[in-house]
């Protein structure tokens, strides 16, 4: 069992930026790719940048590329997401989560969840 927590989430204005963390605990951090993911009120949950275990290998949906930066200290057992230049579309609940098999951008392939952070972008 892995358990994920996020924290940082808040309210900023357009143009703002945020950093999120999930910390992790339980079996070895360092073996699993990390996500992060987000759903807006009334939408599905959307890839938004993926690591893999090393921190060697990103990938970011095109929505964030640019924008976002997702970085790992298996030291530490935590996940960050750097988020610059947000703009309203951006609000929605983060959630960090575990893959145990790849990194991906598939919800499936990610078995453990964090309970997600609310991140609210005013214009």
């Known amino acids: 069992q892995v358990q994920l927590v996020e924290s940082g989430g808040g309210l900023v204005q357009a143009g703002g930026s945020l950093r999120l963390s999930c910390a992790a605990s339980?079996?070895?951090?360092?073996?699993?790719?990390m996500g992060w993911f987000r759903q807006a009120p009334g939408k599905e949950r959307e890839f938004a940048t993926t690591i893999s275990w090393s921190g060697s290998t990103k990938f970011y949906a095109d929505s964030v590329k640019g924008r976002f930066t997702i970085s790992r200290d298996n030291a530490k057992n935590t996940v960050y997401l750097q988020m610059n230049s947000l703009n309203p579309e951006d609000t929605a609940v983060y959630y960090c989560a575990a893959s145990g098999r790849r990194i991906s951008g598939l919800t499936t392939d990610y078995e453990y969840w964090g309970q997600g952070t609310q991140v609210t972008v005013s214009s």
């Open positions: 339980g079996r070895t951090f360092s073996l699993y790719a």
